[in-house]
């Protein structure tokens, strides 16, 4: 019953975490995608029809452009009259004040001179006076003219006809009679009963504005429904664009109905749902492994997501055509850390996913599933920068094939087809050569081993491999033949040569805390005779922890570190194992003292770093190297570390471990093959 309850909880807990990805990625995915069925595809002026034949489906006007409308408007106004209110009472108020002000007389001035001045006023109303600031906006222009309401009527006068305050003033000195008073009047101050009498009225005049730009037709034709508005490889014309755009303005407004958007929103829901799902299978029932990963799976989803994200942004935006994103730089990936199929399903997912944001997909998913396809066999293995160069020229040339093919079955002349496309399709080429640098960064954040950095790693100038030789050059020795050995394995049985030849080289780097504690560093001096057996089967033992303390200094990568903790399995040290019980063969015996830590091999390259290490070490031993002597000492070895469980935990076959001792006898017997004897010269 407990059994079945926990299986059961497994179940739903691995349900849980599949559902858990679809839903994230497909509300990611939905909510950067464009929520309306408008048309995305890109209208140029000059150049051909790139897309199918062109049909109005609706009627719809012809919208003028707008430098054609902002050019009737200001044709229009020009004839534009702001209203003016004019204030009689202003007159009769400052006229009056005048006069009582000099009822008497003006001193320095003779008599009868305040009647003068007050005519004058008076005259000056009667013509209009505005604010200086309104009468300065509008003066620049000579022919403007304003409408000024006076009671009940309205009358067009011209700006020239009526006053600002400061003219006003000038004006009143301009009189023949006043003139050769001016220093007596200026000493008056006449400007106090000059005030406006003239005031904008805003609402009449924003009225009469209005009116005069609604009068601007907009439109300057009708298509009518099926009249044909451009077909594939017509010259897009000055009219044609506008009426291409008139057209896409209208679907706009069509499309902003609510149920319509609602449903659009819901179909993208189902398609991108319908993906996700499908891709979520296929790993579950082929790839279930990568569920253990965390990692793997999160960088398989999150090339979909980042994909769609960035076309989501140049189809909103309409920065460049799609084609200048490298989609196949998400296959290039997926197939140098995980598996060909993998890398083809995704991809596939990520393009049709994309697909549905582009007007017309067809072409845009299969050139770039071509482009994935060729990327995916160009490049089995990255460990060279010419195999990425040679993969990119290889995958744009396919991607331009593919869409050369397209432009030839819909043009009737070469010399009408568009080769912009071409250029972007080059500058997505450049792109994928980022990949390279780009390597490090997805190694570093999914925790993955490239082959590149085990080419790095194995680079016996690297620090730690050279103090390695120059502190330890017996162990260093020991661990370049382990690593051919367990590379000759790999390669017959079909393993990672790489990774195993890599881990072989650092397998040991334990060793040099102590290296003279170990038999092939020593030149006569052997500490373990100062030693019990327990405490030297410590030190022993003790490389393996004091290796995954380097390893982990360093920042060695998880797979390298698990070669260092495996090599030994949970083996003993039996030497001091041994010994230890034939002197004490009446004591029980704590086995755990010289037992090494492990793990056991859980990879088939684990396991073919412990046979060819245990084998190497114990061929020194051999008094004489025939091969009879060698293939029973490996036939031994490897039979003992089978029977005694150390390859359970990893997939390796008793065809693969034949294969191993029959490389390992072969190999022994060359490098200890017997030397002829020179002659002396007598």
């Not at 290490?613 to 036939?635: G, M, P």
Request: glycine share 4%; with cysteine.
């Amino acid at each position: 019953m407990n059994n079945f309850t926990f299986k059961d909880n497994l179940l739903w807990r691995s349900l849980l975490i599949r559902s858990a990805l679809v839903i994230v990625t497909v509300a990611i995915v939905v909510w950067a995608m464009p929520h309306d069925t408008a048309n995305t595809f890109p209208v140029e002026e000059g150049k051909p029809w790139r897309y199918a034949e062109l049909t109005a489906p609706f009627d719809f006007p012809v919208l003028k452009s707008d430098a054609a409308i902002r050019h009737e408007r200001d044709s229009v106004l020009r004839n534009y009259e702001p209203y003016y209110n004019y204030d009689g009472t202003t007159e009769t108020r400052m006229v009056r004040k005048f006069t009582t002000d000099y009822a008497d007389s003006i001193p320095g001035l003779p008599l009868g001179y305040t009647s003068v001045i007050a005519n004058r006023l008076h005259s000056l109303y009667q013509q209009g006076i505005m604010p200086s600031e309104e009468y300065e906006a509008l003066r620049r222009d000579t022919s403007s003219m304003i409408r000024v309401v006076n009671q009940k009527q309205a009358s067009s006068v011209s700006i020239m006809e009526v006053y600002s305050a400061k003219r006003a003033y000038e004006q009143l000195f301009a009189d023949d009679k006043l003139a050769p008073h001016r220093p007596v009047l200026q000493r008056l101050s006449l400007n106090n009963y000059i005030v406006p009498n003239l005031s904008y009225d805003r609402t009449r005049s924003e009225t009469s504005r209005n009116e005069l730009i609604a009068s601007i037709p907009l439109a300057s034709g009708l298509v009518q429904k099926g009249e044909r508005i451009v077909d594939r490889g017509e010259i897009v014309t000055e009219h044609t664009y506008y009426v291409i755009q008139s057209y896409l303005k209208e679907n706009d407004r069509r499309n902003q109905d609510r149920t319509q958007s609602r449903i659009s929103l819901l179909g993208q829901i189902l398609y991108v749902s319908i993906l996700m799902i499908c891709f979520t299978l296929y790993l579950t029932l082929y790839r279930h492994d990568y569920f253990d990963k965390p990692r793997s799976l999160t960088m398989l989803y999150a090339f979909i997501v980042l994909f769609a994200l960035l076309t989501a942004l140049l189809v909103r935006n309409m920065f460049v055509h799609v084609y200048i994103l490298p989609y196949a730089m998400a296959p290039i990936f997926i197939r140098v850390f995980m598996d060909s199929r993998t890398a083809f399903m995704t991809h596939v997912t990520m393009v049709l996913v994309c697909a549905i944001m582009l007007q017309h997909p067809f072409e845009f998913i299969v050139v770039q599933t071509v482009a994935g396809l060729v990327a995916i066999n160009s490049l089995r293995e990255l460990s060279q920068r010419s195999q990425l160069f040679r993969s990119a020229m290889i995958i744009t040339l396919a991607a331009m094939a593919v869409n050369l093919a397209f432009d030839w079955t819909r043009t009737t002349e070469l010399t009408m087809i568009d080769y912009s496309t071409y250029n972007y399709l080059l500058v997505c080429g450049v792109a994928l050569l980022f990949a390279y640098p780009l390597l490090y960064v997805i190694e570093k954040a999914f925790g993955f081993t490239s082959d590149i950095t085990l080419i790095e790693l194995s680079n016996t100038n690297n620090p730690l491999l050279r103090r390695m030789s120059e502190v330890a050059p017996g162990t260093f020795n020991h661990s370049i033949q382990v690593a051919n050995l367990a590379g000759e394995i790999a390669n017959k049985i079909g393993a990672d040569a790489q990774l195993v030849r890599t881990g072989a080289l650092y397998h040991d780097i334990g060793k040099l805390s102590n290296p003279i504690y170990f038999t092939e560093n020593q030149s006569g001096i052997d500490p373990h005779e100062m030693l019990t057996d327990i405490e030297s089967a410590q030190y022993i033992i003790s490389h393996v922890t004091e290796g995954l303390r380097m390893a982990d200094k360093q920042n060695l990568p998880k797979v390298i570190r698990d070669f260092i903790a495996t090599h030994h399995g949970q083996g003993k040290a039996k030497f001091f194992f041994i010994r230890y019980k034939n002197e004490h063969p009446d004591q029980p015996v704590d086995e755990l003292l010289f037992t090494y830590p492990g793990p056991n091999p859980f990879t088939r390259e684990q396991a073919c770093l412990m046979m060819a290490d245990s084998v190497e070490a114990a061929s020194r031993s051999l008094a004489d190297y025939t091969e009879a002597s060698i293939r029973s000492l490996v036939e031994r070895i490897v039979d003992t570390q089978v029977a005694e469980g150390y390859f359970r935990e990893c997939p390796i076959t008793f065809r693969d471990i034949q294969y191993a001792k029959t490389v390992l006898i072969e190999k022994l017997k060359t490098i200890y093959h017997t030397r002829i004897s020179y002659p002396e010269e007598k």
